[in-house]
DNA sequence: TCTAACGTTGACGTTAACGTTATTATGATG
DNA sequence: CATCATAATAACGTTAACGTCAACGTTAGA
């Protein structure tokens, strides 16, 4: 059980937006001790480095975090599979459409890697003709050191 | 040469948003009519595509992409390697410095790519017991369309 | 038990990234 | 050259994602 100041050390959040994702349904309310104090428990931490995976990596906006959360959950088994729903052919539609939406949610993650891997590619490219721009600056450098009287003192006399 | 209305459907910015990069330095600003109306060219269409790949991909505030943003116009050479600085010396630390910056890029790139690696198993995962789910209603499904009148009829009459 | 440190709940403030509206100027077209 | 769709500037509005502050309750240790 861990309080909110511990919480907030090990995520790297401020209790402030702890408090906010809480607020906005992103977390699951924890249990209360019985003056009102949150008690967390690994798995809320565990949870809130998803979610900041999801902000950070993904650049997600809050709200798409908590459609992605809701499949991440389940993942984790904190919420079931097809919770309350009893008859069979709505379970089987409701798990179609999780496939559904799954597989656009991969096709969207393989999209973004390709787009990285391709500005990687430019940058790669630019640090060339940076590295060969030093390559050529230092080679002149060295022509300087190793005669550098001859143009100077060149035409003064004889 | 484009007007600001061509650029925006090229894009698929608003034409707020595209004055607005350009408005805190995120754009170059294009040449003007005598008249004042902005002239965009084609560099200019393809800078802006650029910025909205670091947006939407990569998730950067408009603030981190115009760092970025420095070393991509170098790279399609609207903008000199190494513009104004005539100090040799000078040059070689900032060419070194800027190499310094990409390789940081470079490297976070890498843990980007790395991080969506990491989700995408975690999606691919739980597909699968969605799919595995899928299978099993499907099972039951078919067992009862296969001999449901035995149990219904049972016990009627014989 | 008392107190210092921490927690909680409002409530208002702030910043980035635009949207929207109004007013006025521009430019292509018949 | 008149006009009608566009463009520009200015200014205020909006939303997400928190920060900050005040007032008050809780908790753990001397």
Redesign the interface.
């Given at each position: 059980m861990f309080k909110i100041d511990e919480v907030a050390r090990e995520t790297g959040l401020t209790k402030r937006t702890i408090r906010y994702y809480e607020e906005i349904g992103l977390m699951p309310a924890p249990e209360r001790s019985e003056g009102g104090t949150r008690q967390y428990t690994q798995a809320h931490i565990e949870h809130l480095q998803r979610v900041i995976?999801?902000r950070?990596?993904?650049?997600?906006s809050l709200q798409e975090i908590q459609e992605y959360m809701g499949?991440?959950q389940?993942?984790t088994g904190q919420r079931e599979?097809?919770p309350q729903i009893r008859e069979?052919e709505r379970?089987?539609e409701k798990?179609?459409e999780?496939?559904g939406t799954?597989?656009a949610?991969?096709r969207a993650?393989?999209e973004?890697?390709g787009?990285?891997?391709a500005?990687?590619q430019?940058?790669?490219?630019?640090?060339n003709?940076?590295?060969a721009?030093?390559a050529r600056?230092?080679h002149?450098?060295l022509q300087n050191e190793h005669q550098p009287e001859t143009k100077i003192t060149e035409g003064k006399n004889s």
């Open positions: 995976s999801a950070d990596v993904l650049g997600f499949y991440a389940a993942l599979l097809y069979p379970q089987l798990l179609r999780m496939d799954l597989e949610q991969l993650l393989d973004k890697v787009k990285i891997l500005m990687k430019e940058l790669e490219q630019f640090r003709r940076v590295n721009g030093i600056l230092e002149e450098h």
